[in-house]
């Protein structure tokens, strides 16, 4: 079993910023990529950022030049800095991750995110 947890949502007014924290612990050594998801109210749940196993990042072009993920391998943890945020970026952010062995996919509480105008 893997445990993901997130932290650092808040209200914010637009242009400001938050760091998104996700912090994983349990059974992680088959656990490779980590994302950041997010789902806004009445909409679909939509992929933000991919940290693949080899280090690759990708942005959905929502974010790109605003939104960065990192990863401190030696904390287990993956980040999303986000910058320049728009009333469009609230949602409920959400870290996920799977073992690459079981397929098992693994999903964070979520934390709220607030862009106000």
């Known amino acids: 079993q893997v445990q993901l947890v997130e932290s650092g949502g808040g209200l914010v007014q637009a242009g400001g910023s938050l760091r998104l924290t996700c912090a994983a612990s349990?059974?992680?050594?088959?656990?490779?990529?980590m994302d950041w998801y997010r789902q806004a109210p009445g909409k679909q749940l939509e992929l933000v950022a991919t940290?693949?196993?080899?280090?690759?990042?990708i942005y959905a072009d929502s974010v790109k030049g605003r939104f960065t993920i990192s990863r401190d391998n030696a904390k287990n943890t993956v980040y999303l800095q986000m910058n320049s945020l728009k009333p469009e970026d609230t949602a409920v952010y959400y870290c996920?991750?799977?073992?690459?062995?079981?397929?098992?996919?693994?999903w964070g509480q979520g934390t709220q995110v607030t862009v106000s105008s």
């Open positions: 996920y991750s799977k073992d690459y062995i079981t397929r098992i996919e693994y």
């Open positions: 349990g059974s992680i050594s088959n656990i490779n990529e």
């Open positions: 940290f693949n196993g080899g280090g690759i990042t």
